[in-house]
Each structure stands twice: as C-alpha cells, then as structure tokens.
C-alpha cells in the first residue's frame, strides 16, 4: 500500500485562493481591508523570519500586514499597552503575538490581554478553554491547521487511537482537545512518560509534537498509522525519523506538511473575524 502524503503546501494554496475572494468580497461591501497586526519584540532572527512569511501570506490574498516591532528591553506593561492599542483599533481584525518573547515578559498575561474576538492564533486562555469544550472559537493555528488538513483527506478519527507526544498550551494541548472533539480516543505524552515506543505502536494517529530531532523513531510507527510530523529543525528534519513514512497509509511531509498549514489557518481565522464583524 502506497502512502497517502498530506501536502499542506498544496492545501493551503487551494485555500489562500479561496480566502482571496473572500477578502475582494468583504473590502468591496464595507470598503475596509482588514489588518492583521504582528507583535514581535527583540531580535530573535527566526521570529523575524516566521513575521515575514506571514506578511507575504497576507499580501497574498488581500489582508494589509501591519509589523509591531518592539525593542529587547519592553516590559510586560509595555507590550500590554501595545496590545491595548490594537484590541481598540477599528481596522485591525487579528492579532499575533510572536512566540516566544523575551524572558523579562509574562507571555501568558499578554497573550490573555489580546481581544478574544482578535486573537486569530488561538493563544488565550478563554479560547483554550471555549475549543476544549466543543464551542466555536479560534483555535490555536497549528492545531488547527492540522485538523482542517486531516479532514481535507477524509482522515477518519473518530474512534481511532490517536497519540500526542508533547503538551505546549500552543500545540501538543490543543491538538489533542480538538481530536477528542473528533471522538479519536486520546493519549498525550510527554517528557515524563513511560514505555513511550510501545505507547505509539499501539496507536492508529500520531502527532508529534516534540520539538527534537528525529526523536520519533521510525520502529515506533505501526504499519498502516497516519503520522502527523509537527517539527521543523534545520535540514528540512521534522520530529519523526523519515524513514517512518513507507510504514505509513498517510503522513505529512517534513517541510510542505504542517508548516504551511499553521500560517494559513491565521489567514483564515482572519478573515473569519473581519467577515463576522464587517459583513
């Protein structure tokens, strides 16, 4: 049985053609082309590279970028402040603050300052908590992306054995509330788990989520499982061993897969919010 390889470069642009009529339909009713605002405070060389592609994404399909540059030394009320001004401005519509900020800032208290009817990125703790009950909400992009990636597929999930290995509030958390959501029965595991090669053999769905190198091991992956790669390190490597992917009936592909889907579904969260409060 030949892999099904889930070609996020392909799906998301399939949907940044269709988010770009959206965008032409909502300018030419209300006459205002939504803004998305990225924060990005310090040097970090690739965060300034995650702020650009997302620039070139809104470009792409309509959306005007708006670049939040806040020097090293910002304080935790500083950037609030920052915050504040762009939860009051009429013309812009999402905001992103870019991960991970300087460690003098309580991220989490500026993450939650950002409007929850703003907060395209899922990133708050009220919408972690509306998408862990089942509502409708903005989601966390990679997760996500992840889940619309899976159902453009016919991935089924619901009843099947599903595996998160990784627990961050922005990925391995989420992902695995919005599988439950899907009926798929759940494990996360973590740094602390025990017997974790056995755990992923037993299971149809892997997500991995780990943020290490290869860590995941190709012997690990059931014949026939569905593999979900989260990672990115330099190389093109992912947090799975590729050798992985021949024992799949479906995997994404370390780049081309998640990637590209997580700066989408932002797009989409986007314009989801202008068309929810302009149309």
Known sequence: MESIILDGKAVSAKLESELKVRVENIVAKSGIT??????????????????????????????????????????????????????????????????????????????????????????????FGMMALGEKVFVSATPGGILYLLKQYNIQLAGKRAIVIGRSAILGKPVAMLLLNENATVTICHSKSENLPELVRESDIVVAAVGKPDFVKADWIREGAVLVDAGYHPGGIGDVEKSAYAKTSAYTPVPGGVGPMTIVTLMRQTVEAAEKALL
């Open 34 to 127: 939504p803004v998305l605002a990225t924060i990005l405070v310090g040097e970090d060389p690739s965060s300034k590279v995650y702020v650009n592609m997302k620039g070139n994404a809104c470009k792409r399909i309509g959306l005007t970028p708006r670049k939040v540059l806040l020097p090293e030394t910002t304080t935790t009320e500083e950037l609030k402040n920052a915050i504040h001004q762009l939860n009051e401005d009429k013309d812009v519509f999402g905001i992103l603050l870019q991960h991970p900020v300087p460690r003098q800032i309580n991220e989490r208290e500026c993450f939650d300052a950002i409007d929850p009817a703003k907060d395209v990125d899922g990133v708050t703790a009220t919408g």
